[in-house]
């Protein structure tokens, strides 16, 4: 039997039909615009039924012995109700607020999403922290400052295409398809990586910029469009603000200035800014090459700048505004006492931009557990995720998580994370559980994940453990529901949607017919209802209320101030296509045909250091050293070197985030700088 479904082994979501027998998952096909033998195959989903039936998933709750030993089985009931007394116990000795739920990306941002922050907001706590600050969300935050929500590029339909930071082929095949298909109907593609990606390499012009430099390549675009009057004089007319502003921001960074520092040449950067402000329609593609970075806030303004000023905001083929669906929101904010500051406080236009992002800075639980800033944490609940790999410097992390009073994780795995736990509940994969994930309630049309099969052994779905420790800790009223459905079915209430419609309607649902240029007809949802090049609410706050309007800051790469002894730049880059950050090494069928935890030298480097190709050579930064295996290659440019992503949970010795630091965040986002830092390399006696 065929059902259709969503893929959330990654972050992508792609519409799949899944293949099941007798109630088990056989096989499972992405969906696509494409005929199958022309679809992009995705390895993870290939290995879906090994993932799903893995020897490895925890299938029952486990409580750590009372001598440290260790884990004991338990009923569910017992698991949940020493959660539930932990909550209350907590609360009592030290309020509501002392204790935390972290969510890393697994379960998904939609209704997974909202399920938590109800339950906390109604037990009296704001400390519900995503990961956002490092993934899309500070990204998010800076389209929605600027046009009032984020874009989509419309890839297939686009004449030219800028695709910057982003590496699809590897992370959301989906998109790759749209890329290669215009690509191949004659569009220039430009490729902004400062590695020689597979993309960079079928580009007609690839930019190797230096890591972390994006927002001056930015600005210098922006000025060269305005001073050659490239740009859309009509849209920035009738539906900007601050184009003045913007301007002369944007006259500090000429392409002559800028480009050494960013490792171009003013000819390279003239040519892109003419080519994409000249070619129409054009899309940006912009992705986590930007994040993970202080200046993520500002470079990713300025780049959606990019696309307001050469009109190709809500044009077919450009970068398209979403039709977001009426769901309702369901995260009773509004009970939570008057006056409570979450955590993440000092990042209040963060964790307001959007009525369900909430708070993203994860950092922040750190700091409150080993500093007790603002306040102090005594207890977290993990759920789909493992920061203990995942988050900058893993080593003060680790620290921090070893100290809490209580650690209930939720997940399918015994991760580096759950090791520490004094509770573990055990979560069914997304086959196995129907939800109402974010990117199909972000945009038409929309597309159910549908429980495809039952959860595995005794694993519950992230909804029912919610809703059942909600009633545990008094909630009934507020979690009345029995099933994924009926919560779903009250949600998309306001839609007029229910999921049995949506069943109904497996190969995607519109409630809304496709509409461009929006903006003709309905203001933007920023304050002034234009695009904003100047943002009045960031004035307010203090902040440049248009990028990089005060300067270039500082170097935004971690330790650069200490580059005589870590000479070499560390780029966290290639994630690896059969992999989700620090998941799926334990599936045979993936690791077997994986590279492994490599380091990617310039062949210059590695011989002046005579390293040999193969052998496992240490990389030191200053807060810690890891091991991986050296791989020669000229896609890095020399001076810097590429390292595996996501490689900790396998192998502890090779956990990239043991050499990032959490100590200077972005000022508006929170973000820290895991994706470059200096480094060095020694070879190991
Ligand atoms: N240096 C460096 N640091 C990074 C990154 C980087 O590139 N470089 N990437 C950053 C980014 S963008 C992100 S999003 C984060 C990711 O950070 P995390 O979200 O912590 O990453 P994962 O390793 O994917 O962990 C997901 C966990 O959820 C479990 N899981 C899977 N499905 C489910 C489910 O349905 N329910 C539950 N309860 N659990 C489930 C998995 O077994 C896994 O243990 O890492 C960030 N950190
Ligand atoms: N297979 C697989 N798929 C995934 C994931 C995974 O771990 N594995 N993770 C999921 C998650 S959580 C996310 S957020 C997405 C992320 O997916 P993408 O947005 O594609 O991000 P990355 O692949 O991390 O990085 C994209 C590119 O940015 C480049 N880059 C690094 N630093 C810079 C820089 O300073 N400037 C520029 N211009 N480019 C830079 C890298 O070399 C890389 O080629 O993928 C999702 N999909
Ligand atoms: S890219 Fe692969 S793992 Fe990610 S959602 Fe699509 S099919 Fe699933
Ligand atoms: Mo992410």
Redesign the pocket.
């Known amino acids: 039997m065929l059902i259709d479904t969503v893929c959330r082994l ?3 979501c792609c519409p799949i039909e899944a293949e099941v027998e007798n109630d088990r998952l056989i096989a499972a096909q992405r969906k696509s615009f494409l005929a199958p033998e022309q679809r992009l195959a995705c390895p ?1 989903l290939a290995a879906a039924p090994e993932i799903v039936y893995s020897p490895e998933r925890l299938t029952t709750p486990l409580i750590k012995k009372t001598d440290g030993s260790g884990f004991r089985t338990a009923t569910w009931d017992e698991a949940l109700d020493l959660v539930a007394a932990r909550f209350r116990q907590h609360k009592e000795t030290s309020g509501a607020e002392s204790i935390a739920w972290l969510r890393g ?1 697994a379960a998904d941002w939609g209704a997974p999403w909202d399920y938590p922050n109800r339950l906390m907001h109604l037990f009296g706590s704001p400390n519900t922290i995503g990961n956002g600050s490092i ?2 969300v500070a990204r998010d935050f800076a389209h929605t400052y600027t046009y009032g929500s984020m874009a989509f590029p419309e890839a297939k339909g686009a004449r030219c295409l800028i695709v ?5 082929g ?3 095949l989906g998109a790759a398809e749209g890329i290669h298909w215009a690509k191949a109907h004659g569009a220039p593609l430009i490729v ?4 020689q ?1 597979a993309l ?1 390499r079928k580009a007609d012009i690839w930019l190797q ?6 927002g001056l390549l930015a600005m210098a675009m922006i000025h060269e469009i305005i001073k050659d009057n490239l740009y859309d004089a009509d849209f920035v007319e009738n539906y900007t603000i601050g184009f003045t502003e913007l301007k002369e921001a944007a006259a500090q960074y000429p392409a002559e200035k800028v480009a050494e520092a960013i490792w171009l040449t003013a000819e390279q950067i003239r040519q892109v800014a003419r080519l994409y402000a000249t070619t129409k329609p054009a899309a940006i593609i912009d ?7 202080r200046e993520v806030f500002d470079t990713t303004r300025a780049v959606a700048m990019l696309r307001a000023l050469t009109g190709n905001l809500d044009q077919p083929g450009g970068d398209v505004l979403p039709q977001p669906i009426p769901a309702r929101n369901i995260q009773m904010k509004d009970r939570l006492p008057a006056g409570m500051v979450p955590i993440t406080g000092d990042y209040p236009l963060f964790n307001t931009f959007s009525d369900t992002w909430g708070n993203q800075v994860q950092g922040c639980v750190i700091n409150a557990i080993l500093e007790g800033t603002p306040y102090p944490l005594k207890m977290v609940v993990v759920q789909s995720g493992n920061p203990l790999i995942t988050m900058a410097d893993s080593t003060r992390t680790r620290q921090a998580f070893s100290q809490l009073e209580t650690l209930v994780v939720i997940d399918l795995f015994l991760t580096e994370t759950a090791k520490l736990a004094d509770v573990i509940l055990p979560a069914a994969s997304c086959f196995e559980k129907t939800q109402l994930n974010r990117s199909s309630i972000r945009n038409n049309p929309m597309f159910l994940q549908n429980a495809v099969i039952p959860p595995v052994g005794g694993s519950w779905p992230d909804w029912r453990i919610v809703f059942e420790l909600g009633r545990r800790l008094g909630f009934e009223a507020e979690f009345p529901w029995q099933t994924a459905e009926a919560a779903i079915d009250y949600q998309l209430e306001p839609a007029g949607v229910t999921v049995a419609q949506l069943r109904q309607n497996g190969k995607g649902l519109r409630i809304e017919e496709q509409r461009y240029q929006k903006y003709r007809e309905q203001p933007f949802k920023t304050p002034s209802g234009k695009v904003e090049f100047f943002s009045a609410r960031l004035a307010e706050a203090g902040l440049p209320p248009v990028p990089f309007q005060r300067g270039w800051r500082e170097d935004p790469i971690s330790f650069a101030e200490q580059s005589s002894a870590y000479p070499i730049l560390g ?11 620090s ?1 799926f090494r334990i599936i045979p069928a993936l690791l077997n045909k994986s590279a492994g935890p490599v380091v990617d030298i310039h062949p210059d480097d590695a011989q002046a250091q005579d390293i040999t190709e193969g052998e496992y050579i240490r990389i030191e930064s200053p807060k810690g050293a890891i091991e991986m295996i050296a791989r020669f290659s000229s896609t890095v440019r020399p001076g810097t070197i ?1 390292l595996a ?2 490689w900790g949970d396998y192998q502890p010795a090779s956990n990239l985030n043991t050499l990032t630091e959490d100590d200077r965040r972005g000022p508006v986002t929170g973000t820290s700088t895991s ?2 830092f200096m480094c060095r390399l020694r070879k190991i006696q």
């Open positions: 990654c972050s992508s993870k990306m993934c899309f910057w930071g982003k590496n699809d590897n992370t959301a902004i990586d400062p590695v990606t960079a910029i230096k890591p972390g430099h994006d992705g986590n090459g930007l994040d993970m970075h780029i966290s880059g290639s994630r690896d296509i059969r992999f989700t950050n998941q590429r992503w996501g994706r470059s």
